[in-house]
């Protein structure tokens, strides 16, 4: 009997390492054990919770997150939190709050694997964008995650997008190398390179898109990851370097039929402009009117960065393949390639705030792409 039961010791023992030897030798064999994530809250709808007496949302402090999402403290990742104060719909934060997450980020880098940062959906993929271009070398995983519902609302999307992205965050190879080591957007079972998400519905729980780039992931039953997709633009053996310039003289000028030159020398006029998201028809087509063209032109002659993006939400500019863009190709335009509004106008403040004194440099970074934002 004695000798029965160690043949079936002995038989599930060899299962247990047959089985974890199979996943090692699998590429999606993910260690999440014993890793720490910091979780940065800067609010949205995702930190709010409803009033018990009035029925109104405010922005829950941490205890009271804490209490909607036990969750958080019951698995083997170890989780800290740090908010802003005070928290932020997102339709407030601007280049300063950029920095302010970024620093968080870097002044935890050592002590943390990965990275969440809790935000309002409206502007995420802006300050994702931003983000992405301000790290040079990163090597962990910063994912920003939100949700539709409050936290505190029964049937919230905030509690899944949450742990998911916890867990995102906390993948690493069994090399010790982080699976995802970009900064990315996590909702609804999709993870997107954060400067190739776009905010595209105001209410279903599918909030973003990322129209010209696939997923990274996909979280089901299991998290797939998209391994020959994901960027790793960082180098371990080198430090985090974070630029925290940005420029805000840029504008949106978005072309329609009709447009009026009034119009035009209204955004091109502005003083101390120095850039502009040009957003065109098609694959990047302009009316041919001459004074479209000599008021580019002339904004071009005095330094001032014009980029041509398309308003279609998939594919690319292809300036000169039809004879309407010719006469932006002859302004000086610069082409975006299928880069989003997003990603194209923090990638225009960052770099006419890192390099204010070359524009030819600015110009030629972006028309590159820098950390996976466009296809060339
Ligand atoms: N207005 C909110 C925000 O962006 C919406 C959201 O969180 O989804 O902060």
Known sequence: MQRKSNFYA???????????????????????????????????????????????LHPADMQTFKTYVPELFAGDIHIDMIPFEPLLDSSDLNPDNWR????????????????????????????????????????????????QLPVGVLRSDAKENLLTAIEIAAAYDTNGEAIVPEVTVYMDGELYRGNRATKRNAEHFSAFNSY?????????VHITYNRQLIGHYGNLSRPLNVMTKFDTRVAILKLFPGIT????????????????????????????????????????????????????????????????????????????????????????????????????????????????????
């Open 261 to 376: 030159e009034a119009v035009v020398a209204a955004v091109l006029d502005i003083p101390d402009l120095r850039g502009v998201v040009l957003e065109t028809f098609g694959s990047g087509n302009a009316p041919t009117h001459d004074w479209l063209y000599e008021r580019l032109h002339a904004a071009v002659e005095r330094g001032v960065v014009i980029v041509n993006k398309t308003q279609c939400n998939t594919g690319s500019v292809s300036m000169g393949q039809y004879a309407v863009s010719l006469n932006l190709l002859k302004a000086g335009v610069v082409s975006g390639y299928d880069i989003t509004t997003e990603a194209l106008l923090t990638k225009m403040m960052h770099l006419l705030g890192e390099y204010p004194n070359d524009i030819e440099l600015v110009k030629k970074l972006l028309a590159k792409s820098l950390c996976g934002e466009l296809t060339i």
């Open 100 to 147: 302010e997450m970024a620093q968080m980020v870097e002044q935890n880098y050592d002590a943390y694997d990965g990275f969440v940062i809790l935000h309002g959906t409206d502007t995420m993929a802006y300050s994702a964008s931003a983000l992405s271009f301000m790290f040079d070398n990163l090597c962990k995983p910063v994912v920003f995650t939100g949700s």
């Open 212 to 220: 010209n780039y696939p997923a990274l992931a996909r979280a089901g």
């Open 10 to 56: 002995f038989c599930l023992s060899m299962c247990i390492f047959l089985c974890n030897f199979a996943a090692l030798l699998g590429s999606q064999y993910i260690v999440t054990m014993s890793r720490k994530v910091l979780l940065i809250f800067t609010g949205g709808t995702i930190s709010m919770v409803r009033d018990t007496e009035t029925g109104a």
